[in-house]
T-cell receptor
Framework: NAGVTQTPKFQVLKTGQSMTLQCAQD?????MSWYRQDPGMGLRLIHY???????DQGEVPNGYNVSRSTTEDFPLRLLSAAPSQTSVYFC??????????FGPGTRLTVL | GQNIDQPTEMTATEGAIVQINCTYQ??????LFWYQQHAGEAPTFLSY????GLEEKGRFSSFLSRSKGYSYLLLKELQMKDSASYLC????????????FGDGTTLTVKP
């Protein structure tokens, strides 16, 4: 049981490049979320999903897209990277009314 | 919307007791989570309060007052390994995947 896995662990992009952050969970959780965490701050919700085929926006969705074709996978796409998207990105999964399990994070730098 | 306030930093001595407060204002409330996050790592679940009152779990306890929009995390018999950031998070519905996080309280435990 690997829990929540994220790849890559580190990434450096140039402004304007696009990329996809991968997230997978093997706990059959219906809920999955993407957060970003800037230095000294809490987590801000980007997008979340309540099940395969269902996604919705969080607090800071601009510049990001998601899709949920399977229960296990929830990739986050950066459409055109900007320096303001330099952050640590956490993926999480959970069940209704229950705790969230977080992946190890992806540290992204946009130059 | 939701607004969550926590102290930015706290310092305590090994073996002592510390209380970390969290106040919130929400348009809808289902429950409140506390997570622990060590530097450079992902958050991990500590507690979840839905009803008013105190929940005790070993050295850690969490309290909730829904009418006052107030919670606290109580850490007893502090250990050096308790030095971490403590995040308060509120869910507005039964979907734990849509949580709003406070900015976290950085606790430093000194010998």
């Amino acid at each position: 049981n690997a829990g929540v896995t994220q790849t890559p662990k580190f990434q450096v992009l140039k402004t304007g490049q696009s990329m996809t952050l991968q997230c997978a969970q093997d706990m059959n959780h219906e809920y999955m979320s993407w957060y970003r965490q800037d230095p000294g701050m809490g987590l801000r919700l980007i997008h979340y999903s309540v099940g395969a085929g269902i996604t919705d926006q969080g607090e800071v969705p601009n510049g990001y897209n998601v899709s949920r074709s399977t229960t296990e996978d929830f990739p986050l796409r950066l459409l055109s990277a900007a320096p303001s998207q330099t952050s640590v990105y956490f993926c999480a999964s959970g069940r209704s009314g229950d705790e969230q399990f977080f992946g190890p994070g992806t540290r992204l730098t946009v130059l | 919307g939701q607004n969550i306030d926590q102290p930015t930093e706290m310092t305590a001595t090994e073996g002592a007791i510390v209380q970390i407060n969290c106040t919130y204002q929400t348009s809808g409330f289902n429950g409140l989570f506390w997570y622990q996050q060590h530097a450079g790592e992902a958050p991990t679940f500590l507690s979840y309060n839905v009803l008013d009152g105190l929940e005790e779990k070993g050295r850690f306890s969490s309290f909730l007052s829904r009418s006052k929009g107030y919670s606290y995390l109580l850490l007893k018999e502090l250990q050096m390994k308790d030095s971490a950031s403590y995040l308060c998070a509120v869910t507005g519905n039964t979907n734990a995947g849509k949580s709003t996080f406070g900015d976290g309280t950085t606790l430093t435990v000194k010998p």
